[in-house]
């Protein structure tokens, strides 16, 4: 038998968030040691997914890696606790060992309750690296569910003076969502009558149904990936929670769990069950990607708070992938990953700079903080490459995700791709205008204890940053992983 | 057609032992909570051993004094006792809620007077259980049931001092009687319409002679008879106050181990101990195959509507509550919601369900209130909002308390997830109307969510209140039994969650005993 890399990682996770709580102020060196073991083996699984997978219909040999045991296993019930991965899941679970990594060298001096705060990090990418490889239902609603727990004791516990009302709505929305989702997949195994829970199963369950329940389902499906994309009108906890959450959870919160939308609505949602992609479901998915993009720039402008905006562009970016994905071919998948990628090590930047600009001046507020730049040069310099990135400039890692994305559009539906090019401009607007009114010009409303950063911060961003530049070099990298993956799509 | 032998009595009989050991040494003098309290342990954990060696468990099976053949063998027609898996497996159950709640009880106040009566009882309640789950004649069933019936009522009233014990106690008294009459009543009418008391009989009657009206009515005074045990709405009403007057030990007996006879009752009484669908003439498929009684669809269908009328009652009442003790339960009575789906569905599969959801209830609900009970004991006071900030003071207790509650949210990765799993995804397999019980039981999972949810809100959100001078809370431990007791719940919720196959396999094929397909 192969060596089983994966439940390997898992249990590295796991194990790293059990002695982190156990560990109590050596909580960091512990998390630190585990962050460094999950990122050789998300590199070991980047090297060694060498042997491409055949084309195929969700047969089960497009999966790599893959480990099968029985868990439940009634005569009426079987679960299995099978994982595996392909070049989508290997790239976002490289972007959840980069965050990781990046999170607890930026919460190094975390004062409060250190162990703990460590060992929901920890639990965090644990769930994040299950959802993207598990391939059994219930399985994968386990790590799903499992992600949710440390996220909302994160905002409720270290996050800021409305954290609360943050936690639950955080809780409440995605905890609905996940459960139309589970009842959604479930109804596909139930009366498709999967043999067990296992996606290949699953997968052969949804073909025998009738188009309209296909579709149906889907329209489930993409709600419970939907709300945590999050998609319009469902995104009125992403703001909350986010200016809410502390640093290090609004960089797990960004960079991670948005993804699990988008991982989720590709692998159990368009290529689960593919016949029910329809054009009519296709112009669903765009319009509300439109609105997306369109309410996440436009409200992105009107923001004073740096971590507010942040969050708006979020939901505008996430927006971008959403289109991408409902293009619903090889290259709009491609562009869909490598934008999650991209987004997540960016929008994890753009929050640290925020959570810094925070310690060092004692508010975010954009309006009152002016010309920074002279008393913390570092941090100046992360937000601006951050902001740069995350407009879209060559040679920083959203710019071929971005055009890639949008050529994909242009692709499939043509002029309609003029709505989130002329957005892309506002998103220009809003960023350039914060690093205008908060970088450069006169200092201004600049507390006189403030100070540049400190080492620890200065290190988490600059991972960031060099893999802002690394991947927008060579984005290469990625998209032949993510591409070859993405073939079998329709 | 074999008789059960003496053996089988073997765990009823170290129980019963053990009871009157205890009451001898408290005459002798021997009155120390621990001793008494460890007998009482060292019985049902014994006991525990027996049954498990029965059910022929390796490493254990090598200690059954029950030939395997005896097991599920077809009881006479004049047989009073069955021996039958699932009856084992309820046996078990039963054990284990009278283990925890004895272990969580070693070290009661030493002011308190009483452990012998407390411990006795609680052993010779746990005895009337196990002769529930070896009943094959409706009669004898109902005596189990009073059995323990009578014991919990004098365990609910024995500290004497408390008023609002008594008054509980009383109120238990009445509605127990009154639900006996009823039983008793529909017992006699299930005569008349079939000419006996034995189960098996009775179980097979319907297909020959059909239901006639005196039978319909028997039926309907059993289940509402036997739903008061097991707090079925509109049976319920006096659950919540019994439960809360009660002191917090004894209402962990209560709801975590006595009232399930009530739903091993309703089992016993609609589907039979062994039940040969073949004699029928069903044609079915394993798992699929209905019980009896859905020749009668009324009866069905009355499950059908007293599972979830009981489920959403107990949960919208149970999100009104500003008390620890009555929130819990009215999420005690919900919980008998999710486990009468299995009747109403009644395949072998969903008797698997219900029968974990059962075993799983044990682990969640006597954990849930031994933590309330410890609460109790450093100063925590009866209203929710008394726990602020606890997870700050008392870490360990809160994350224990934080785990039981999420297992009977139904969170994933506890053993409350698995069991409703289960058996919502048995009612959706039996297909037709019974996915819409599914359907109400997912609705009323995630309407569950809010109550418990708000209690983890205060216990690790809200800010503690500045701690009075002298303040209990600083103080000490919550002694030793009581905090293992806790421990072991917590951890087997958490293992049962992430493992639940070997146990929940036990109990498929033990439900598949039960309701036989072939032969």
């Known amino acids: 038998m192969a060596f089983p890399i994966l439940s390997v990682t898992l249990l590295t996770l796991a194990a790293g968030a059990v002695l982190s709580f156990l560990a109590g102020r050596y909580a960091r060196w512990v998390a630190l040691l585990f962050s460094v073991a999950f990122l050789f083996e998300s590199l070991y699984l980047v090297v060694q997914y060498t042997s491409w997978p055949g084309t195929g219909l969700g047969g089960v040999s497009l999966f790599s890696f893959q480990e099968s045991y029985a868990w439940i296993s009634l005569p009426w019930l079987h679960i299995n606790y099978t994982v595996g991965v392909d070049g989508i899941s290997i790239v976002l679970i490289l972007l959840t060992a980069f965050l990781q990594l990046a999170t607890v060298i930026y919460s190094w001096n975390e004062e409060k309750w250190p162990a703990a705060w460590f060992g929901l990090v920890l639990l965090t990418c644990l769930g994040s690296v299950g959802v993207f490889s598990a391939l059994d239902i219930l399985l994968f609603f386990l790590f799903w569910e499992a992600v949710l727990v440390p996220m909302f004791f994160m905002i409720g516990y270290w996050g800021g003076p409305r954290r609360r009302y943050a936690a639950l709505k955080f809780f409440v929305y995605t905890h609905v969502a996940s459960v139309v989702m589970l009842v959604s997949l479930l109804s596909i195994a139930f009366y498709g009558h999967s043999t067990s829970f296992d996606y290949a199963s699953v997968y052969a369950a949804g073909l025998t149904l009738p188009q309209t329940v296909q579709i149906v389902a889907f329209l489930g499906l993409f709600f419970g990936f939907g709300v945590k994309f999050p998609i319009v009108p469902f995104h009125t906890w992403l703001p909350d929670a986010h200016v809410e959450a502390p640093t290090g959870g609004s960089v797990l919160l960004a960079g991670l769990l948005l993804k699990l939308g988008g991982y989720g609505l590709i692998r159990w949602g368009f290529l689960l069950v593919p016949h029910a992609i329809t054009p009519h479901v296709q112009w669903v998915l765009y319009a509300v990607a439109f609105a997306s993009i369109i309410w996440g720039s436009l409200v992105s402008l009107a923001q004073r708070d740096m971590k507010r905006l942040i969050a708006y562009s979020s939901i505008n970016h996430m927006g971008i992938v959403l289109l991408a994905i409902a293009v619903n071919s090889t290259v709009g998948f491609t562009a869909a990953v490598l934008l999650m990628f991209a987004h997540g090590i960016v929008s994890g930047l753009l929050f640290m700079a925020s959570g810094s600009v925070h310690h060092a001046f004692g508010t975010r507020d954009i309006a009152t903080l002016h010309g920074i730049t002279p008393t913390t040069p570092f941090l100046a310099t992360m937000i601006m490459v951050g902001s740069l990135a995350s407009l879209g400039l060559p040679a920083l890692i959203s710019f071929p995700a971005e055009f890639t994305a949008l050529l994909a559009t242009w692709d499939q539906i043509g002029y309609w791709v003029l709505i989130p090019l002329v957005m892309l401009v506002v998103t220009a607007a809003f960023y350039i205008w914060m690093m205008q009114r908060m970088l450069f010009g006169p200092p201004e409303g600049i507390p006189a204890e403030a100070h540049d950063v400190p080492w620890n911060e200065g290190a988490g961003m600059s991972v960031l940053v060099a893999l802002t530049v690394l991947y927008g070099i060579l984005p290469a990298l990625l998209v032949t992983l993510i591409a070859n993956s993405a073939v079998y799509g329709h | ?519």
């Open chain 2, 1 to 519: 057609m074999t008789g059960v032998p003496i053996s089988a009595f073997l765990p009823a009989g170290i129980l019963l032992a053990a009871a009157l050991l205890i009451f001898l040494l408290d005459v002798v003098g021997v009155r120390r909570s621990e001793a008494l309290g460890g007998i009482s342990v060292a019985a049902t954990l014994a006991a525990l051993v027996g049954v498990v060696a029965d059910l022929g468990f390796a490493p254990f099976g090598a200690l059954r004094t029950v030939p395997a053949g005896v097991v599920d063998a077809v009881p006479s027609t004049t047989a009073l006792f069955a021996f039958t898996s699932l009856g084992l497996v309820f046996q078990a159950i039963f054990l284990l809620s009278a283990f925890f709640v004895g272990l969580g009880s070693l070290s009661r106040p030493s002011d308190e007077r009483g452990a012998a009566i407390f411990f006795g009882l609680l052993l010779i309640a746990t005895t009337g259980m196990l002769l529930v789950a070896l009943s094959a004649d409706l009669f004898f069933l109902l005596l189990a049931i009073e059995v323990v019936g009578i014991s919990t009522y004098l365990m609910v009233g024995y500290t004497r001092r408390d008023g609002r014990a008594l008054e509980a106690a009383m109120k238990f008294y009445i509605i127990g009687a009154l639900s006996t009459a009823l039983s008793f009543f529909g017992a006699s009418l299930l005569f008349g319409a079939y000419g006996s008391t034995n189960l098996e009989v009775l179980s097979q009657a319907p297909g020959t002679v059909g239901y006639p009206a005196m039978a319909l009515a028997g039926y309907a005074l059993l289940i509402a008879g036997v739903g008061f045990k097991a707090t079925l709405v509109p049976f319920h009403a006096w659950a919540v106050d019994v439960y809360d007057g009660a002191p917090t030990d004894v209402t962990a007996f209560l709801s975590g181990g006595s009232k399930k006879i009530g739903i091993f009752g309703l089992f016993l009484i609609f589907v039979g101990p062994v039940t040969l669908l073949s004699t029928r003439s069903v044609t079915c498929v394993d798992s699929a195959c209905p019980v009896p009684y859905h020749f009668a669809p009324i009866l069905a269908l009355t499950f059908g509507v007293l599972a979830v009328l009981t489920m959403t009652v107990g949960n919208v009442l149970a999100l009104l509550q500003k008390e620890m003790k009555r929130m819990l339960a009215y999420s005690s009575i919900s919980q008998a919601g999710y486990m009468l789906i299995g009747i109403a569905v009644g395949t072998s599969a969903a008797f698997a369900g219900a029968t974990f959801q059962v075993f799983a209830h044990v682990f969640m609900k006597v954990g849930a209130f031994l933590v309330v009970a410890a609460a109790a004991q450093i100063g925590i006071g009866p209203l929710i909002s008394d726990w602020k900030g606890l997870g700050v003071r008392r870490p360990k207790m809160a994350v224990a308390f934080a785990l039981l509650l999420l297992s009977l949210a139904g969170i994933p990765l506890t053993v409350g997830f698995v069991s409703k799993f289960v058996l919502f995804s048995s009612a959706v397999e039996a297909q037709g109307w019974f996915v819409w019980l599914a359907v109400a039981g997912l609705l009323n999972s995630a309407l569950s969510v809010f109550y418990y949810a708000r209690v983890l809100k205060v216990m690790f959100m809200d800010a503690p209140d500045p701690e009075p001078a002298g303040s209990l809370l600083a103080a000490g431990g919550l002694g030793y039994g009581r905090a293992v007791a806790i421990g072991l719940a917590v951890v087997a919720v958490v293992l049962l969650g992430v493992y639940p196959g070997p146990v929940l396999t036990a109990i498929q094929s033990a439900a598949g005993h039960f309701v036989v397909t072939g032969a």
